[in-house]
Structures are given as structure tokens and as C-alpha cells.
């Protein structure tokens, strides 16, 4: 007993209470693009990016693609990019995920009111790995651990399809699982919506354009939320859902 007492008061209070007002410090979870002009002709930060995520005149970054690895920001010599630990990057339209020195944030989540009126109490997750390489997955995994508590909003990841109401969807959708993908999907009842988490399973990246994938599923099936990172933090996940459904945060 004493044993487990100082293990709790060296570790802390693990629970967050606010997952919005949450500070994660030393988080890499959003890049940050300067006003600052350019080097003439330099595209140092498009050459860095191993996804092309980066476009420029005017620079931005495709969050969809971005998985966070840092390197355009070094070689920038005008040191116009930077990343900070603004979790709050979930989106509704996959356009909103292109992030600028004028569009610094994607936009802010509109709340579906058809949604918040059928799962704003309860709302059940069946979690789907399309191929990926478990690091969305392990994140996905830790929503239901003491610090995020996802169920405390009512929101449980289920193990059949058939109790689902949203597919959360990981990994950049390899040919051997479009078949077990779409049976999950049309073993859902409706009404249903995808949950695309991570930059695999949002546009393939960093495996966009491989003969192994087909993500035909969804050019028939757009996400209704979108979760970037590489992997994206849980806090990215739980306000990203909150905000959509129109929850309020609970303590």
C-alpha cells in the first residue's frame, strides 16, 4: 500500500479534466509558417519534405500530408517555418488541413447538429488498422486510459462493427484490407461516418501514389472528421470528436 502511495505522488494527477484547456509541453503537433519573405528561388523546405506536403508561393503546408518530422524547419535558411504544440488540428473538410501564414489554424470545426442530436450522449467507435504501423493505433488504443477517459463523454471504441456508429480509420488502406474495410463499413448500421486519423490514412502519406494501396473506399465515402499528425495526439482525436458532436468539456 505504501508502495503504491509513492508511486502516485511522484507520478501526479494523470487525469486531464479539460482535454481543451490541456498543455502538452514539448508536443510537435502543428507547423507555423511565418510572414517573413522567402530567399529568392529558395525552396529548401519543399526538397526537406519527404511527403510533399509543402507547396509554395504563398508556402503552405498540407497537414493531410505533414507528418511532423521537423525537417523542413532546419533547412529553411529563413527559418520561416517553426512547429508548436497547438493540438486543436482536426478538421471537417479536408481543404481546411492547408495551413499558411494567413490560414495558420485549420478551420474551426462546425458543429453538426444531425449528429450532436443522434450521438451527442453515446456514440460507439469501431477501430479499423488499414495497413498501418501501429503508431495511430496505439494512440487510438490510449483514449480510453485514465488520462483522456474518452468514455466519460459517452464515447466507446467497440469490438463489432454491427454495435458501431463511426469507423475510425488508420493506416494508408493497403489492397489486402479493402475487402475486410469495406465489409466492416457495410456491417455498420446506418447512420454511420468515417473518422480518418493520421496522415495514412487522410491522403496515404507517405505512401501516397504505391500500387499497394487502394483507398477507393474513400472516393466513394468522404471522412466527416479529419485527425492529422503522424501519429496525431489524443488530445488532437478527443477535441476534434468533442467539437464536432458539440460536446462541452466535463470534469
Not at 86 to 92: G, K, L, Q
Request: contains cysteine; proline residues 8%; glycine residues 8%.
Amino acid at each position: 500500500m505504501f508502495k503504491s502511495i509513492a508511486v502516485r505522488i511522484a507520478q501526479g494527477t494523470q487525469y486531464i479534466p479539460d482535454p481543451r484547456a490541456a498543455n502538452p509541453v514539448g508536443l510537435c503537433a502543428l507547423p507555423v509558417i511565418s510572414g517573413d519573405a522567402c530567399a529568392t528561388e529558395c525552396r529548401a523546405c519543399l526538397d526537406a519534405c519527404p511527403t510533399n506536403a509543402i507547396a509554395l508561393e504563398p508556402v503552405t503546408i498540407d497537414l493531410g500530408r505533414c507528418v511532423l518530422c521537423g525537417d523542413c524547419a532546419p533547412a529553411c535558411p529563413s527559418r520561416k517555418i517553426s512547429f508548436n504544440a497547438n493540438y486543436r488540428v482536426a478538421a471537417t473538410d479536408r481543404a481546411a488541413l492547408l495551413v499558411s501564414a494567413v490560414r495558420s489554424v485549420p478551420d474551426a470545426i462546425q458543429v453538426s447538429a444531425e449528429l450532436h442530436r443522434r450521438f451527442g450522449r453515446s456514440l460507439k467507435l469501431r477501430s479499423v488498422s488499414a495497413g498501418g504501423c501501429n503508431g495511430c493505433e496505439l494512440e487510438i488504443n490510449a483514449l480510453s486510459n485514465v488520462n483522456f477517459d474518452l468514455g466519460r463523454y459517452g464515447i466507446d471504441i467497440v469490438a463489432s462493427p454491427r454495435h458501431a456508429d463511426a469507423l475510425v480509420l488508420s493506416g494508408p488502406i493497403t489492397r489486402n484490407m479493402v475487402d475486410a474495410l469495406q465489409q466492416c463499413w457495410d456491417a455498420m448500421p446506418a447512420p454511420k461516418f468515417i473518422i480518418a486519423v493520421g496522415a495514412c490514412a487522410i491522403s496515404g502519406s507517405p505512401f501516397e501514389g504505391s500500387t499497394a494501396l487502394d483507398r477507393s473506399l474513400l472516393e466513394r465515402i468522404a471522412p466527416t472528421l479529419y485527425v492529422p499528425g503522424c501519429p496525431p495526439h489524443p488530445l488532437s482525436f478527443v477535441c476534434g470528436i468533442l467539437d464536432l458532436l458539440g460536446i462541452a468539456s466535463a470534469a
